[in-house]
C-alpha cells in the first residue's frame, strides 16, 4: 500500500517564492516608511490640535494619528528584531528568547487594537462627514456640540476595540522547546487552523476578530463611502449649473466642501483596501485547512507593509486637498523657522547698550520680514480658505 501525502490545493509554488524573496527586504522597507510615517503623523497631530483647526472631523483625525503612530512605533523593534538583525524565516534560541517572544506575543494583541480602533475611526469620519452635510444646524453651539460627540465616540472606540479583543488576548500562547544543546526557544502553539483539531475557543475570537474588526466596519465604510459618492455628485453638478450661469463666487464657496469629502473618501477607501481582504482571509483560514499556511501567512509581510503605508500617508492626503491643512502647516513652520533664526543670529549683548539697541533693531527687522510674508503668503490664498470639518 502507497501513503502518500495529500497535497494542498491552496499550495503555490510562485506565492511562496515571492515571500521569500520579499521578505529579505521587508523590515528594512518597514523601517524607512515607520520613521518617516511616526514624523509625518506627529506633524498631523500639531497641526489639527491648533485652536484654529479644532472641529469634529479633525478631532477624528488626530486620534487616528495618535493611533497610527503607536501602531508604527510597536513594529519598529518587531521588524529590526524579527526581520534585519536575525534572518526572517528561521527561527534559533537567541531570535526567539522568551523576552523576545513576549515582546512578539504583547506586539502582535496591542498593533491588532490599534488597527481595529484606526478602522473603526474611519467609520466614524464618514458617518461624521455624512451627517454634517446633511444637517442645517450651523453656529458656535453646534460646533462646540459636534466637537464633545466626537470625543465621546473616539472613547466610545477606543473601551469597545479593547472588549472586542480580549478573546484574541486569550488565545495566543507560548510553547517552550528544548534543542540538543540544552538551550531553549519558544514559539506560538500551533492553532490548527481548518482542521478538527482547532479549540472553540479559537475559532470564537478569530470569527469575532475577522467580522467585529474588519468586515463589518469595512460594509459601513462602504455604506457611508457610497452616499458620500452621491452627495458629492449632486454637489459637482449644482458647481457645474453655477458655472455655467456665471456665478463665480457661489461656486468657489460650494468648491470646499468638496474637496473635504474627496479627501475623506480617500482615507477610507485606503483602510477598505487595507483591513477588508485581510478579514476575508481571516475567515477562509478559519474554516479552510491549511490556507492560513499556505495563504495567509506568505501575504503577511504585504498586508503589513500596506497598512504601515496606510499609516504614514495621511499628511500627504491632508496637503494635497486641504488649503486651511496646508496654510496651518506654512505658517506653524515659517514661525519656528524665523524664530530659530533670531534666536541664533540676533542675540542682544547685555553689556553694551549700544550693542543690546542694535540686536533689538535686528530682531524687530526679523520680525517685519515674517509678519510682511505672512501677510503676502495669506493674502493670496485667502479666498481660497477651507476647513477639515
Known amino acids: 500500500?502507497?501513503?502518500?501525502?495529500?497535497?494542498?490545493?491552496?499550495?503555490?509554488?510562485?506565492?511562496?517564492?515571492?515571500?521569500?524573496?520579499?521578505?529579505?527586504?521587508?523590515?528594512y522597507?518597514?523601517?524607512?516608511?515607520?520613521?518617516?510615517?511616526?514624523?509625518?503623523?506627529?506633524?498631523?497631530?500639531?497641526v489639527l490640535t491648533r485652536k484654529k483647526m479644532q472641529t469634529p472631523i479633525n478631532s477624528i483625525l488626530t486620534w487616528l494619528a495618535v493611533f497610527d503612530i503607536a501602531t508604527m512605533m510597536s513594529y519598529v523593534p518587531f521588524a529590526f528584531h524579527f526581520y534585519c538583525r536575525y534572518s526572517t524565516f528561521f527561527i534559533?534560541?537567541?531570535?526567539?528568547?522568551?523576552?523576545?517572544m513576549t515582546f512578539l506575543l504583547v506586539y502582535l494583541n496591542f498593533s491588532a487594537t490599534t488597527h481595529t480602533i484606526s478602522i473603526w475611526l474611519a467609520v466614524a469620519l464618514a458617518i461624521f462627514r455624512h451627517k454634517h452635510l446633511?444637517?442645517?444646524a450651523k453656529g458656535s453651539l453646534t460646533r462646540m456640540r459636534r466637537l464633545i460627540r466626537a470625543r465621546v465616540v473616539v472613547c466610545v472606540i477606543v473601551c469597545t476595540s479593547i472588549l472586542i479583543m480580549i478573546p484574541n488576548y486569550v488565545i495566543h500562547k507560548l510553547e517552550k522547546i528544548e534543542l540538543r544543546n540544552n538551550a531553549t526557544m519558544y514559539v506560538f502553539e500551533d492553532w490548527n487552523l481548518g482542521s478538527k483539531h482547532t479549540h472553540p475557543v479559537t475559532t470564537l475570537a478569530l470569527i469575532m476578530y475577522s467580522v467585529l474588526?474588519?468586515?463589518?466596519?469595512?460594509?459601513?465604510?462602504?455604506?457611508?463611502?457610497?452616499?458620500?459618492l452621491k452627495t458629492l455628485s449632486k454637489s459637482m453638478r449644482v458647481k457645474r449649473r453655477l458655472s455655467e450661469g456665471g456665478a463665480s463666487l457661489s461656486y468657489q464657496r460650494n468648491r470646499n466642501p468638496s474637496r473635504t469629502t474627496i479627501m475623506l473618501l480617500t482615507v477610507i477607501v485606503l483602510f477598505l483596501v487595507t483591513e477588508l481582504p485581510q478579514g476575508i482571509l481571516i475567515v477562509c483560514s478559519v474554516f479552510l485547512e491549511k490556507f492560513f499556511e499556505h495563504i495567509y501567512i506568505p501575504l503577511g509581510d504585504v498586508m503589513d507593509i500596506l497598512a504601515l503605508i496606510n499609516n504614514a500617508i495621511n499628511f500627504v492626503l491632508y496637503c494635497t486637498m486641504s488649503h486651511e491643512f496646508r496654510r496651518t502647516f506654512v505658517k506653524l513652520f515659517w514661525s519656528f523657522s524665523l524664530f530659530a533664526l533670531a534666536t541664533n543670529h540676533y542675540t542682544p549683548s547685555p553689556s553694551k547698550n549700544n550693542n543690546s539697541n542694535e540686536g533689538s533693531v535686528s530682531i524687530?527687522?526679523?520680525?517685519?520680514?515674517?509678519n510682511s510674508s505672512l501677510t503676502m503668503y495669506t493674502k493670496t490664498i485667502n479666498a481660497r480658505g477651507d476647513s477639515i470639518l
Open 92 to 100: 534559533s534560541s537567541d531570535k526567539n528568547s522568551k523576552p523576545w
Open 134 to 136: 446633511h444637517s442645517p
Open 29 to 46: 522597507i518597514s523601517l524607512v516608511i515607520c520613521v518617516i510615517g511616526i514624523i509625518l503623523n506627529t506633524i498631523n497631530i500639531v
Open 1 to 27: 500500500m502507497n501513503n502518500t501525502i495529500p497535497v494542498s490545493p491552496y499550495k503555490s509554488e510562485m506565492l511562496e517564492s515571492f515571500s521569500l524573496w520579499y521578505g529579505k527586504w521587508h523590515g
Open 213 to 228: 474588526a474588519k468586515i463589518l466596519p469595512s460594509l459601513l465604510i462602504m455604506l457611508y463611502g457610497g452616499l458620500l
Open 364 to 370: 524687530k527687522s526679523v520680525s517685519q520680514k515674517r
